[in-house]
DNA sequence: GTTTAACCCTGCACGC
DNA sequence: TGCGTGCAGGGTTAAA
């Protein structure tokens, strides 16, 4: 799950999970559960910190979602690749991996189920998030006002790495993970494999502008939902944006925009999804 | 400084 | 049919 569908996720759990409050939380007996919750050393370190709180706020911090509650703790979630929360009743049975289920004292409840375990929840206070580790250094978001292309030029020439791998790096630019950044790269024009203090001004700023235009268009098209990768929002619906995917996973298919195929590399354990005409 | 590989995990596609 | 193998991927870490 990267930046598209986390905002998506985010926007579904502040519209349905904020305001509610908390009347029971389980953790599945399960080893994959425990490593969930992998922070906490027993589940009721975790739950004891969630139960009769009112959640208050929905925060995402590159692909983290924050939910804020109303004693100042916060959960923090990162879905991995497979992580999802879904919402529930009592009478939906669970999802094969479940490892939390959090109920409302208003009625239905909240799944959160991994089969991977590359994801990860756990409680802290709001005046601790500055403390961990993994939040510390999260990168700026491509989406901030802030975010402006004079500054993301500026840090591009400190660097040189290859663009696809600098893309990635949630230290350099948060959010981006294989699908976007082989998408991104597309709409820039720029090869996989382009150093990134090699880039001129305007190709920074096309850059740029793929970056914003790809991301919002995403989220607007509400994530991508791939065969293999059985990402859907809050309420179990898939994305749209597959259709839409100019280059992640259409090796040999033509270039929508030149019809050349599409070519895949592995570059450091990852596939690279590139068209070799538009690209250079 | 940059790059690579291994690790964590399960489901699925593939070949035999 | 059923088994083994390889791959997918986010992020961290150790090693090159």
Redesign the pocket.
Known sequence: ??LPEVEVMRRDLEKDVVGRKVATADVRASR?AM?VIRRHGKRKEFTDRLVGRKFTKAERR??YVLLHMDDGDVLVV?F???GQFVRGTKRVPLP??THVVITFVQGGDLRFFD????GEMFVTAADELGKV??LQ?IAIDPLDHVFTWNAFGGALTQ????MK?LL?D?KFVSGL???YSDEVLFGAGLRYDRLSDSLSSQEVRRLYRAMQEVLQEAIRFRGTTLD??AYMDLFGKPGEFQNELKVYGRTGLPCRRCRTPIQAVK?????AFFCPQCQS
């Open positions: 799950m990267e994959n490593r590159g692909k990162h991995g690749m497979s094969q991996h089969p991977r375990t590359f580790r993994e250094h660097r040189a790495t290859k791998q990635m949630q993970g294989n699908i293999d990768d570059i450091s354990g990852r596939n």
